[in-house]
């Protein structure tokens, strides 16, 4: 039998501490939700979150980590720098990195992306039908054609992303807006998967639907290598080369 | 007729200074010869080189530049982070970027692509052999379906960058190596191009035909486009939408 | 300055022949609402429709013809497989070609695409919003964030296409639907750009937005080149290589 | 434990059977060999070839097949257009489809691309080295940054394809050429790989490198779903229309 994929589920935690609105839908907070299903998947998993030391993600966790899941919003610029780079090189070393809603703004994903990362926004507790691009994708294994939420924020385009290497779900809100509202993206090593759905108001991660994607994503995420990259390397050449003509400048 | 594209050529222009060899193939800076190339293919060009003050790219001479184009090499971590910052926005917003040979270990294009962008290299003198992929790309117009380059230095795959949006060339290596020479991709409201060939000790700049590539490089950047994006904005239903049960946490 | 873009309008022109609803919205046939509105941008422009010998698509036509648009509904079927062919043919040598609406099904789409080009539909009048996905892209150009049909047919996901080479458009609809709009395609050595709006009923093609899109889609499609592929050419190698071994077998 | 992967290894078996060159490399023929790699590696196999009944590729047959591999080259145009859509439309709703070498102009292949597939060739013994460009690909799993074949028929670009939606492979060879010889594609519902090794002269696929990619490749197209698709339904409205007013065609 597989080992199970080691996850750790990130959040920022702020909202459930401070609003009532959100504790009511995530009392043990949103990073509680998401390592439930994920655990219901088979998942080995473990949260962290920002106010712990290094935001719960020392090296030492990075390490036993094969899969991070990131959910934040009102202080992405709290997370240091150094996590955010540390983040950022396991990715591209082979870490999968599942990035939730508000994610979208933080500093790993942008790093990773290159791009802004914005978006237009609402908060009106409209309708979002997420339908599905891709049928045989991964990420869409067991999703039926399309799916429902009841209320969602509002996010629209244009998402200022470098274009997905695969664009999984599309989402359509009830005020006239649509979404990319599933994305991959291969760097380096690793893969990126960006999930439009999650507001900290709604209880979007108790949906079955979404907790099947969640799970689905972790497992497409997981690519079980590790591969350091560490400078530019110098190489002999495969086949003889005809002698050069002195003009190396060492 | 058309405003002639204002191209910024800029150049670390450190090489040149400090050893004959280069000197000897760039008198003036490979920077001079950039531009010359440029020049003469109907841009209105200036050059801007890293010991200058702000590097020669304050917000005034970027205000005035529709593509940027990047040679650096052994200088990187002396660009200020602010300038980095600074081109990367407007390649955001819209300026092009032309990103050159060693250029590609340059904090702007790595921040642009959100990878490593490492690579394996050589330098052998050995000849290089650049096949075009996409024949009828702006970047390949009137190129013939290979051009060789005498001596090249070799740049090896594999290349740590995202997926290209459009693969134009490929370069064949005597030594055994092959690299995706000429890589283009959508960033923002931007346009980057990176590519391969340029070492400092050979006359690559001089090449005909990689003087014609450069031109069609800038025209293709030239996206004639500047649209600032201020954080995420607010916005209105376009459609009515039900009133919302009382769940809004504002 | 530079020669005009010279378009053939193709068009099945049976609806507007058949129904009243039809011939008030296009008195003279689609063809001719698509050609005036590329003539007033600029273009050379002669139409050719379903029912004239060859379908009015001769090679003598299309050895004039830089850009093909394509109108097809209720009749695919009988467009001959030679002249499907003919146009195949052309594209992968470099001619552009703007398929139209229900020209997803076409032969030559399907034949280009190599999937089903299956969608999902309904004819209900209701609204369309086309939002724009990549706002610096040629087609999107002078197109504001959105614009809006008041009715048109309703195409919705999954359309079974290869992921586009770009996304340009992604269009919302009232019913609760989503289409990937306006996708751009490089086959071969031609350009294929895919736009759904255009039902027959409905005076899409009388919008300034949806004309103004027509013209930049012929401008993006016209490579200006044709390139002959006849089979796969043997050649000799470019690098000395040394004997072989009697291991032929010729 | 999982089903194993049902494979069928189709191969035109002709040369096999009229050159002792070929003879001498694969008694049995190419599909024996490949289906002994793919049988080492788990997979449930079979073998059809061209002058079996419907090619060996009945309904039957197809509808126990995950997988099809497929080898060809003097003889494409005698399989029959029947077989060829059969096979098209069942790579469309879920079939996995691994193209070897000269399968490239198999009319299968050419009409899943919509392209003329061609490419320049050269049957010179030369060397190929094949370089990794997606180290985390499921199809490179266990393959070094770059593997030899000793003699390979050389095979160029630009090879006529639409642009991969995953670039796996680079091909390097002596003679001065490179290609791309590993290509991923998502053709409706379907996977498909092609790989560029395989010329019936050579021993590459008794090579343990290839048959660890020819295993790898299986699973990574094995897509588990069987999704058909019988034209483009017409569906009801998800959210409530306003009336319409009158301007129905029906």
């Known amino acids: ?13 702020r909202h459930e501490r401070e609003k009532d609105a959100v504790r009511k839908v995530y009392p043990q907070g949103i990073h509680v939700a998401v390592a439930e299903a994920l655990h219901e998947a088979g998942c080995e998993t473990r949260t962290a979150t920002l106010d712990e030391p290094e935001h719960g993600l020392p090296e030492s966790v990075l390490d036993h980590t094969d899969v991070l899941t990131w ?3 009102k202080a992405h610029h709290e997370v240091s720098d150094e ?3 540390r983040v950022h090189r396991r990715v591209l070393d082979g870490m999968g990195l599942v990035v939730l809603h508000s994610g979208h703004n933080s500093k790993v994903f942008r790093a990773l992306m290159g791009t802004t990362c914005s978006l237009r926004w609402r908060e009106a507790g409209e309708r979002e039908r997420v339908w599905v ?7 869409a294994e067991g999703v039926d054609p399309y799916f429902e939420l009841a209320h969602e924020e509002m996010y629209g385009e244009r998402f200022d992303i470098p274009a997905p290497d695969a664009l999984v779900f599309l989402g359509w809100f009830q005020g006239g807006d649509v979404f990319r509202s599933g994305c991959c993206f291969f760097r380096g090593q690793g893969r990126v998967f960006y999930f439009q759905p999650g507001h900290e108001t709604y209880p979007t991660y108790h949906d079955p639907v979404v907790r099947r994607i969640l799970a689905n994503a972790v497992r497409w995420a997981h690519t079980g290598v590790r591969i350091e990259q560490h400078g530019c390397p110098k190489c002999d050449p495969l086949e003889p080369l005809p002698e050069v003509e002195g003009e190396r400048v060492g």
């Open 1 to 13: 039998m597989a080992e199970p994929i080691r996850v750790t589920v990130w959040n920022e935690f």
């Open 71 to 73: 959910w934040g919003h």
């Open 83 to 85: 996590v955010v780079e």
């Open 133 to 139: 691009v891709e049928r045989t994708h991964p990420i």
